[in-house]
């Protein structure tokens, strides 16, 4: 079955600095990958997601990129601030089995000001 | 507003008595799903449904049980727990369409003693 890893499981950054978060994945069939904030004492919430049809996608300080070869996929923090202090999750889902998503381990991001 | 609630949020209780966690949405979505979150692990799915009265087990199901007679409602149930599903748990939701965004509830802490 499908196996997603990421990398590194913390990470700590100078307000201001980019953080960046990358995940591999196993099973090349997989089609689609979001990436989920969590906060504490919260559920994940999605922050930005990408096809596989679509190499790079943006929104405003937040960017995913995408190599199908590879089997690879990042997140991209710009200009990070204390509030982007949080743990990070990827995940890619399994068109065969509808919407299951298989999360890598998580990333906690901390921002320090 | 657009929401999954989980009951309760914090639960400790002693080997072997039974417990259900309620998962509730109002988005009229058909997928439902459980997850359990531990250390290191991310986020593991239990139990699936893709519909009411279609539910599936996911890759750590051993120990639950789900049913979904309803639309909106989609219970955990933990017949005999044991010290090993002491962890947080994440009920989601998400439209019958393929990459579609999955909304996940608060999280119930359970501590097993």
């Known amino acids: 079955g499908e196996n997603v890893e990421q990398h590194p499981s913390t990470l700590s950054v100078q307000e201001g600095d980019s953080a960046v978060i990358k995940c591999t994945y196993s099973?090349?069939?997989?089609?689609?990958f979001p990436w989920y904030k969590q906060e504490l004492g919260k559920g994940p919430q999605l922050i930005i997601d990408?096809?596989?049809?679509?190499g790079e996608k943006k929104d405003q300080r937040i960017a995913v990129t995408l190599n199908k070869t590879a089997k690879h996929f990042s997140l991209h923090i710009t200009e990070t601030q204390p509030e982007d202090s949080a743990v990070y999750f990827c995940?890619?889902?399994?068109?065969?089995?509808?919407?299951?998503?298989?999360f890598g381990a998580g990333t906690i991001l901390r921002v320090k000001s | 507003e657009a929401q999954v609630t989980q009951n309760p949020r914090y639960l400790i209780t002693v080997t072997g008595k039974k417990l259900t966690v309620t998962c509730s949405q109002n988005?009229?979505?058909?997928?439902m799903s459980w997850y359990r979150q531990d250390p290191g692990l991310g986020l593991r799915q239990i139990y699936y449904?893709?519909?009411?009265?279609?539910?599936d087990k996911g890759d750590v199901p051993e120990g639950y049980k789900v049913s979904r007679k309803e639309k909106r409602n989609f219970p955990l149930i933990l017949e005999s727990p044991s010290p090993n599903q002491t962890s947080l748990y994440f009920c989601?939701?998400?439209?019958?369409?393929?990459?579609?965004?999955?909304?996940f509830g608060p999280g119930t802490r359970l501590t097993v003693t």
């Open positions: 995940a890619a889902s399994i068109p065969e089995y509808g919407n299951k998503l298989v």
């Open positions: 099973d090349s069939a997989s089609n689609y």
């Open positions: 990408i096809r596989s049809n679509v």
């Open positions: 988005m009229n979505h058909e997928y």
């Open positions: 449904s893709m519909n009411v009265e279609v539910t």
């Open positions: 989601a939701s998400i439209l019958r369409v393929k990459g579609a965004e999955q909304y």
